[in-house]
């Protein structure tokens, strides 16, 4: 069944060095997903693969098909009527994403201009419409400020309305709220929820905080050292989490965020270690060196395996002697 | 029950992997690294070397007069020919880089011995005391260099010593300047907030945190003003307002040559090309420390 | 009861305010703030940007003057023309803050890092034990002390951040953010770690942070700072599960929650 975006293989490297190796995923129509991992993770690099926005010296493989067509291999052309139209990102900082010369209004209807032939004044008028879409207060006041005047919450609805304005297929949001306060976020996210289900978009949320992944998606990726380690229901994943690194974040979120009264110092579960920089990962199975469950078999990289909850991995948790 | 959760973490943690990635890449590596640091390093390791071997020998006598073999071409007896009085070029040339390079240094360390402390000062005080000394700098700045190496040939005499003083106090505000952009950076780092709230007094943040941290912009800078130095004591001597005659000086010989143009062209060539390469050297040096010093490339493998 | 340790009483800051062309004049970070810590006690502020956090921490720690109020330590004023305090509260309170890039000297060896506190306040006794010590406590090996700070990674230079705190034995710490921007392992290891040293050593803390979560881990009573002002205070627990200011309420309302076990 071919999805909104179906991603087969994609891999990324850096002069040599692989910063993505062998990322496959279906993205079906309306679905929300969730990628999940740490920095360093390779989360925001495919993020970037898909779009076609690779910074220079990273190069990639693999497909990923947007509705037929192969976006790694399609020429910039093709590419940049695209991005904007029919696929979308939202970045993380707001402030450096918008163009800090030009009045957001006029970025806004460049969208439009740019891949809907609109002229000035047809487009200025849908962007005052798109702003006041996206629960803007004063969207007249926005359209005619810069970047720098406005506050964070009020610039990621901006590149939210960016972002939709041409009813892209799907969306990627690149870490969306995590430069904004709790309570901003939580109104932002309501609002990428509700603009993807207007424009019946498929989201690909990419974030390191489980609790938002939690919250807005319904299918969930793991990701790790470059790879996929687990796939599956949200649910699932959180619940019932097969990857030993899942497992590890899930138990660390769960204690830091749980309501339980008194508290051992130290007490909080932590995985082992910390993230290896680029290039250092073992070979074999990624997680090796900081898995308490890793012997000889994991020399050999473990594959996804699973049908609707898939882990790569030769010693899931929950199954098989501990 | 084991493997549903992860063990707890001992607090103790074993580093990161001793291993080309976090070890300090060694300075001659790095120096590798950097093209500009090669070849700046070359070339000034050169002019170097040929200043420290005319102190013991040079082919000719650099003074040495000879007029029956005056305009020699270049060739086995005299390598780079001889000038209108039969003096040996290349001699004249070593000799004439030690005076260039004392003038560089002398140079340096003047604007730098003034320009730094200023720089410091203004950025650690800030306020009406950071304001007059940038004030001060821009005017130095804005006064014609070559007018004041006139003035003070005029007072005491055109000489080497002159150019360099002259020369010293025009470049004396880039350093200031540099300085104390590089310094207020370095005061508004964490690392410094935490200094200042463990009781360190603005001296010591200064002596402690703000020299070493702007160590590399300075002699990043240091061997940029040398190029200029040398371009500047040049023409001071071509003006005739820097080394005397008959005392080799680069710019001097330029000058000399300057009449014989018709007839031996390549006289004025020699200390041109010396001249260039010097200023090439210095400034592919200065481009080349900056990669080397640059603690952000330390790590690369 | 026993008198607090580190004080403000009615704080305020202003600042010339440089962004906005159409309205001139001041912004006040900190709008009259009341804090009391205990010995002994961890008191978490917690509030989102622009709730004036740094401010009150750089005032707390008299790194900056403030426009109204005043800060005591041990019932001295250090703040202010006449501050006898200052010198005390330079030996014993001491500050980490959130980006470990930023502050370590990356020109200095971590040895000299940690060491410097007790340089500065010219501490008597063998400094280099006490920098063993000290890195051995935040679980770093010794070998450490003789690189820089560039050749670690970000969760261990904030164990040699918190290393530096501690060596000059403080009787306050303040932590500003002290573990926000790490990943969720190495946070949770670093809290692991400041717990076990806050009850090991006995340390009074003040945490600052924007994360509910976090505060609510190591802290046994909250301030919540909006626009300024302290909206609301009490004991952790009766703060999250009874709050009663509605600004307490929305933040509360608003953290992700993570979904319960089954």
């Not at chain 1, 740490?38 to 990273?58: D, R």
Request: aromatic share 4%; charged share 20%.
């Amino acid at each position: 069944m071919t999805g909104a975006l179906e991603v087969r293989s994609l891999s990324v490297d850096l002069g040599g060095v692989p910063v993505v190796a062998d990322v496959s995923f279906s993205l079906r129509a309306g679905e929300r997903l969730g990628l999940i991992g740490e920095s360093g993770s390779g989360k925001s690099v495919t993020a970037l693969a898909i779009m076609g926005l690779l910074p220079e010296g990273m190069r990639a493989g693999g497909r990923v098909e947007l509705a037929g067509e192969d976006l790694v291999s399609m020429g910039e052309r093709r590419l940049s009527a695209l991005r904007g139209d029919r696929i979308a990102m939202v970045f993380q900082e707001p402030l450096t994403a918008l163009n800090p010369l030009m009045r957001v209004g006029r970025q806004v209807a460049e969208v439009l201009r740019i891949h809907r032939g609109l002229g000035r004044r047809g487009a200025a008028e849908r962007a005052l419409g798109l702003l006041g879409r996206v629960e803007l207060d004063d969207p007249a006041g926005v359209a005619r400020a810069y970047p720098h005047e406005l506050s964070g919450g009020q610039r990621q609805r901006v590149m939210l309305a960016m972002a939709v304005a041409c009813s892209p297929r799907v969306l990627v949001a690149d870490e969306p709220t995590t430069a904004l306060d709790v309570v901003v976020q939580d109104q932002v996210l309501s609002l990428v929820q509700r603009l993807a289900d207007e424009e019946g978009s498929s989201l690909l949320l990419i974030s390191h905080d489980l609790a938002v992944v939690a919250r807005m998606c319904e299918r969930v990726l793991v990701m790790y050292g470059g790879r996929l380690v687990e796939e599956g229901p949200t649910r699932d994943i959180l619940s019932q989490p097969h990857h030993p690194y899942t497992a590890g974040l899930v138990a660390t979120a769960a204690a830091v965020s749980s309501p339980s009264g008194a508290r051992r110092p130290g007490s909080l579960p932590a995985l082992p270690g910390s993230v290896p920089p680029l290039g250092r990962f073992p070979s074999g199975c990624v997680f090796r060196d900081r898995c308490w469950r890793a012997d000889r078999s994991c020399e050999a990289v473990p594959q996804l395996c699973g049908r609707d909850h898939a882990v790569a991995c030769w010693h899931p948790v929950g199954e098989g002697a501990g | 029950m084991s493997g549903t959760v992860p063990p707890l973490t001992r607090p103790s943690l074993p580093l990161a992997p001793a291993g080309e990635e976090w070890e300090e890449a060694p300075f001659w590596r790095r120096w590798l690294g950097s093209p500009s640091a090669v070849a700046g390093g070359v070339i000034v390791g050169a002019i170097v070397l040929a200043a420290l071997v005319s102190l013991a020998w040079t082919p000719y006598p650099p003074l040495a007069v000879a007029p029956a073999h005056a305009f020699a071409r270049p060739g086995p007896a005299h390598l780079l020919g001889t000038d209108n009085y039969g003096r040996d070029v290349l001699s004249r040339l070593m000799a004439g880089s030690l005076t260039t390079l004392f003038a560089g240094v002398v140079s340096v360390l003047i604007a730098a011995a003034i320009g730094v402390p200023a720089g410091l000062v203004a950025a650690s005080r800030g306020g009406l005391a950071s304001e007059g000394i940038m004030g001060l700098a821009d005017v130095v700045y804005a006064f014609p260099a070559l007018l004041a190496a006139i003035a003070l040939a005029a007072a005491a005499g055109a000489s080497t010593l002159t150019a360099m003083v002259a020369i010293g106090v025009a470049y004396m505000p880039v350093f200031a300047r540099v300085t104390r952009s590089g310094a207020l950076q370095v005061l508004s780092t964490d690392y410094v907030l935490v200094a200042r709230s463990y009781g360190r007094s603005r001296a010591a943040i200064v002596r402690r945190h703000v020299l070493p941290n702007i160590t590399p912009l300075l002699i990043v800078q240091s061997s940029l003003l040398f190029s200029l130095a040398i371009l500047a004591e040049a023409a001071l001597s071509y003006l005739g307002l820097g080394t005397p005659p008959p005392a080799p000086s680069w710019g001097a010989m330029l000058q000399g040559a300057q009449n014989y143009l018709f007839d031996d062209p390549l006289l004025a060539v020699w200390p041109g090309l010396a001249i260039a390469l010097a200023v090439l050297g210095f400034n592919l040096l200065g481009d080349g420390l900056r990669d080397v010093l640059d603690p952000g490339l330390r790590a690369r493998r | 009861m026993s008198a607090p340790i580190l004080e403000a009483r009615g704080l305020a800051k202003a600042y010339r305010d440089r962004r906005s062309r159409s309205r001139p004049g001041s912004r006040w970070a900190l709008r009259g703030v009341d804090l009391e810590v205990r010995a002994g006690e961890t008191l978490g502020v917690v509030g989102q940007s622009g709730a004036g956090k740094s401010t009150l921490a750089r005032l707390l720690l008299a790194l900056e003057e403030p426009t109204a109020g005043e800060v005591l330590f041990r019932g001295q004023a250090v703040s202010g023309r006449r501050s006898p305090g200052l010198p005390e509260l330079r030996r014993r309170v001491q500050i980490v803050l959130q980006d470990p890039m930023g502050s370590l000297d990356p020109r200095m060896r971590v040895g000299d890092i940690v060491a410097e506190p007790l340089r500065a306040l010219r501490i008597p006794g063998d400094h280099r034990a006490r920098v063993h010590e000290m890195l051995e406590a935040v679980g770093l090996a010794p070998g450490a002390a003789r690189r820089y700070p560039h050749q670690f990674s970000g969760g261990q230079r904030q164990r040699i951040a918190i290393a530096r705190a501690l060596a000059p034995r403080p009787d306050v710490l303040v932590a500003d953010e002290a573990v926000s921007g790490l990943d969720v392992s190495v946070q949770a290891q670093v809290l692991n770690l400041l717990s076990g040293l806050i009850a090991d050593l006995g340390l009074t803390t003040v945490l600052i942070s924007h994360d509910l979560a976090v505060i609510r881990y190591l802290c046994r009573r909250v301030l919540v700072l909006y626009q300024g002002q302290v909206v609301e205070a009490g004991s952790t627990e009766e703060l999250y599960t009874e709050p009663r200011h509605p600004y307490t309420r929305r933040l509360l309302a608003a953290v992700p929650e993570m979904p319960g076990r089954p």
